[in-house]
Nanobody, 122 residues
Framework: QVQVVESGGGSVQPGGSLRLSCAASGNIFSINDMGWYRQAPGKQRELVATITRGGSTNYADSVKGRFTLSRDNAKNTVYLQMNSLKPEDTAVYHC????????????????WGQGTQVTVSS
């Protein structure tokens, strides 16, 4: 199995910064895309940003220019640097990892973390 653990959430004032981390571990053959999604109360889960194994990134329009996604392939870890945070960024942030296991190396499976709360409020 694959475990996905997020960290780094918390409370911050508008304009502040937070850095989220997400580490994947377990019986991993390879990891392709990694990314962050968020879900605010009463809303559907939405994409925040994704990154390929080669480092190509994709951002939601609402976070472009404020959030930066990076990854360390050796550590199976992805980082989300969030700057200029706004109240509308308040949500539970979930990490998703597209991983393949040694027994099924051609079958990609999405693994999700439990989520970490980000609250932006004055």
């Amino acid at each position: 199995q694959v475990q996905v653990v997020e960290s780094g959430g918390g409370s911050v004032q508008p304009g502040g910064s937070l850095r989220l981390s997400c580490a994947a571990s377990g019986n991993i053959f390879s990891i392709n895309d990694m990314g962050w999604y968020r879900q605010a109360p009463g809303k559907q889960r939405e994409l925040v940003a994704t990154i390929t194994r080669g480092g190509s990134t994709n951002y939601a329009d609402s976070v472009k220019g404020r959030f930066t996604l990076s990854r360390d392939n050796a550590k199976n870890t992805v980082y989300l640097q969030m700057n200029s945070l706004k109240p509308e960024d308040t949500a539970v942030y979930h990490c998703k990892v597209d991983a393949r296991m040694p027994t099924t190396p051609f079958v990609p499976i999405d693994y999700w973390g439990q989520g970490t709360q980000v609250t932006v409020s004055s």
